[in-house]
């Protein structure tokens, strides 16, 4: 009798990045106040929220950069200062929210200074062809365009073939098509399994990328789920929004057909609805029946930044 196949190990259950009772102060400012999160392998996760809300702290947190002043962080299943660190950044690719990389070197100069740094992973030039920079290997980092720098950053980040990869802000600063091609960069990467975990104040970005996000303010996590749940929770798959040229009584707002939820906004009024042709002209007609004059009426699709102004009462750009 043949001896049986061994069979694989099963999957580990550790999840890829946690953490729980994450502080952390500068001084008396609290940045990171009792944080919890846990990230799946293979998962894409999203930090959402303005500046200043802890987001980039509570990765550099994660990435071994600061250490807490309270909680527990875990990567990889290791924690940080337990004697592993130098093998655990072997396993992490990191893109800073601002990496100044040396102007006078060439492109395939950088990427294979970075390669250096690591035992493992493909060659300066299969990077530099995943990031789509074959044509600007030779030229210096200073005669780059905006976003071929946060290319090659990624590119820099991906050299070890990370297992995890941080993404502070990666598209801050760059044209449309720039940020379609670091999507597809991160897209990609996902695609061969890796996890990632990335912070921005874009909400396509968050919708189109991640499988779950934390929307983040005043260092402490206000609403976690799928951006699909998220957006569902506000009640509506819509968001009417318009301002008057004079007074109004908002209260009856909330009674009109079809409306689901009604938020002050600096200029205006934000309501939830689940049927713009229902709720439009019932809307219409209060404004008239209050003799208030319309200024300005405007719908879209609800988003996750409509998520951010019901918890918070504010955008992220007033934020």
Not at 158 to 185: A, H, K, Y
């Amino acid at each position: 009798m043949s001896p049986s196949a061994p069979t694989s190990a099963p999957p580990s259950t550790e999840p890829a990045l946690l953490c729980r009772g994450l502080t952390k102060r500068y001084g008396s400012v609290v940045a990171v106040d009792g944080l919890d999160l846990e990230v799946g392998t293979g998962e894409c996760f999203g930090l959402l929220g303005p500046n200043g809300a802890g987001k980039t702290t509570t990765v550099e947190i994660l990435e071994g950069l600061l250490v807490p002043d309270a909680g527990e962080v875990r990567v990889l299943g290791q924690r940080w200062g337990g004697g592993g660190d130098r093998d655990l950044r072997q396993r992490l690719g990191i893109q800073l929210q601002e990496t100044q990389l040396q102007e006078k070197l060439s492109v395939e100069e950088t990427v294979r200074l970075f390669r250096s740094f690591y035992r493992r992973g493909p060659t300066p030039l299969e990077v530099i062809r995943s990031v789509s920079l074959e044509e600007k290997r030779r030229s210096w980092v200073g005669k780059l365009s905006g976003g071929q720098k946060q290319r090659l950053s990624v590119a820099c980040a991906l050299v070890n073939d990370p297992d995890v990869l941080f993404l502070d802000e990666p598209t801050t600063g760059l044209d449309p098509q720039s940020r379609r091609q670091l999507w597809e960069l991160i897209e990609a990467f996902r695609r061969r399994g890796g996890t990632v975990m990335l912070t921005t104040h874009y909400m396509e970005e968050a919708q189109r990328l991640c499988d779950r996000v934390a929307i983040v303010d005043h260092g402490k996590i206000i609403a976690l789920d799928t951006p699909a749940e998220l957006i569902a929770s506000l009640g509506g798959e819509h968001v009417v929004e318009f301002s008057v040229a004079d007074g109004l009584d908002p209260e009856p707002l909330a009674g009109l057909p079809g409306v689901s939820s009604v938020h002050r906004e600096p200029r205006g009024y934000a309501l939830g609805v689940r049927e713009p042709h229902v709720a439009i002209p019932a809307l219409l007609a209060e404004l008239e029946r209050q003799k208030a004059t319309l200024s300005q009426l405007t719908t879209h699709n609800a988003t996750l930044e409509d998520v951010f102004v019901s918890l918070t009462g504010r955008t992220l750009r007033d934020a």
